[in-house]
């Protein structure tokens, strides 16, 4: 699901807010869940970046691969 400029609410809802994601560690020494999560949150080369919502789903993976990522999130 992508965010759009001026999105409305649903339902009473506020659309969720945007998080930009970076990977900063490489593949060594990589558990295989956090290698699975970072695959799934297509972060699969160090220092790339991915703009994801803040969906409970997403906040959930970002738990798993703290220790590999740092993000932040958008201002607006």
Do not use: F, H
Not at 2 to 12: I, K, L, M, N
């Amino acid at each position: 699901m992508q965010v759009q400029e001026g999105a409305q609410s649903v339902g009473g809802e506020m659309p969720y807010t945007r998080i930009a994601v970076i990977r900063l560690k490489g593949l060594a020494d990589t558990p295989p869940d956090v290698e699975k999560t970072l695959n799934l949150l297509r972060l699969r080369r160090r220092y790339t970046c991915v703009v994801i919502d803040g969906r409970p789903s997403y906040m959930g993976m970002l738990n798993i691969v703290k220790d590999w990522v740092t993000w932040g999130r958008d201002r607006r």
